[in-house]
């Protein structure tokens, strides 16, 4: 059974940081593409960045949304078969939940929650 299961959202100022974790369970992250999206209230969902399956000599390319390019990193833990999105310098329109994604199965995760204050 393939999950998905993000952490580390919650409220934080203008400016401030926070990094979001989503284990994956039941395939191997490396394997695949992984994303992040997020929903704001009452919009559509959006893609947010990637991170490109291992070709062996490399961690797989990432790539960006340029809402968020410059601000936001994705990474990839492969020991812990984890993906990161470490987020710096957050604007209060960067309020939403946030979900990984697998390309592989097209698996989902709950989403956890950012709230940035002005």
């Known amino acids: 059974q393939v999950q998905l299961v993000e952490s580390g959202g919650g409220l934080v100022q203008s400016g401030g940081s926070l990094r979001l974790a989503c284990v994956v369970s039941?395939?191997?992250?490396?394997?695949?593409?992984i994303q992040w999206h997020r929903q704001a209230a009452g919009k559509e969902r959006e893609w947010v960045a990637s991170?490109?399956?291992?070709?062996?000599?490399?961690?797989?390319?990432?790539s960006y949304a340029d809402s968020v390019q410059g601000r936001f990193t994705i990474s990839r833990d492969n020991a812990k078969n984890t993906v990161y999105l470490q987020m710096s310098n957050l604007k209060p329109e960067d309020t939403a939940v946030y979900y990984c994604?697998?390309?592989?199965?097209?698996?989902w995760g709950q989403g956890t929650q950012v709230t940035v204050s002005s």
């Open positions: 991170i490109y399956k291992s070709d062996g000599s490399t961690h797989g390319s990432t």
């Open positions: 039941g395939l191997t992250a490396s394997n695949t593409a």
């Open positions: 994604r697998s390309s592989l199965g097209n698996y």
